[in-house]
Structures are given as structure tokens and as C-alpha cells.
Nanobody, 116 residues
Framework: QVQLLESGGGLVQAGGSLRLSCVAS????????MAWYRQAPGKQRELVAA???????NYANSVKGRFTISRDNAKNTVSLQMNSLKPEDTAVYYC??????????WGQGTQVTVSS
């Protein structure tokens, strides 16, 4: 069983920064991908950023140049540095971990609120 624990959400003014972190525990091996998704009220869940086991990254167009995803394999953590936050970034942010042959796992989510 894999468990994901997110932290770092909160309330910030537009233009500010937040850093989200996610720690994965359990038997996940080393060849896993991690990602951050978000879901705003009344909207579908969307991919924000992803990082493969080979450290290649992928970002939603709406966050390119503002958000940076990174991982620390030794600590089984993934982080999302969010800069120049906008009110439209307000959402619940979810950490995910995809383990080859075993599927995906989701965290409980952390609220990010950006005030204008």
C-alpha cells in the first residue's frame, strides 16, 4: 500500500508564492512517476505538473514559467514551487504517484487559496 501525505497549502495574496510537498510511503520502488493535479470548485480535475522517474517534467500551459516541480528520490518526496500565484490558481491540489504495474495513488489534497 502506498500513502501520500501533502503539506504546504494555505492562503496567499495574488503575486505570492507557496511550496507544496508530498511524501510517499510504502513499497513504491524507484521507478515511479509523480504529479500534482488540482480541482477548483465547479471544475474538472486537471494536471498541473508531472515528473517522471527520469526527471523529465510536464506542465499545464497555465502554470508554465510560474510553477516548478521537483523530486527527491532519496526521500520519496515531490515538491511544487508555485510563484506569481493568481486567484485562478485557487483549488485543492492533489499529489499522485504512479507505480509501474500497480497503478496510481492519490493523496487527500491540500487547499490553496489565492486572494486578489
Amino acid at each position: 500500500q502506498v500513502q501520500l501525505l501533502e503539506s504546504g497549502g494555505g492562503l496567499v495574496q495574488a503575486g505570492g508564492s507557496l511550496r507544496l510537498s508530498c511524501v510517499a510511503s510504502g513499497n513504491i520502488g524507484s521507478n515511479y512517476a509523480m504529479a500534482w493535479y488540482r480541482q477548483a470548485p465547479g471544475k474538472q480535475r486537471e494536471l498541473v505538473a508531472a515528473i517522471s522517474s527520469g526527471i523529465s517534467t510536464n506542465y499545464a500551459n497555465s502554470v508554465k514559467g510560474r510553477f516548478t516541480i521537483s523530486r527527491d528520490n532519496a526521500k520519496n518526496t515531490v515538491s511544487l514551487q508555485m510563484n506569481s500565484l493568481k486567484p485562478e490558481d485557487t483549488a485543492v491540489y492533489y499529489c499522485t504517484c504512479t507505480v509501474p504495474g500497480r497503478g496510481g495513488y492519490w493523496g487527500q489534497g491540500t487547499q490553496v487559496t489565492v486572494s486578489s
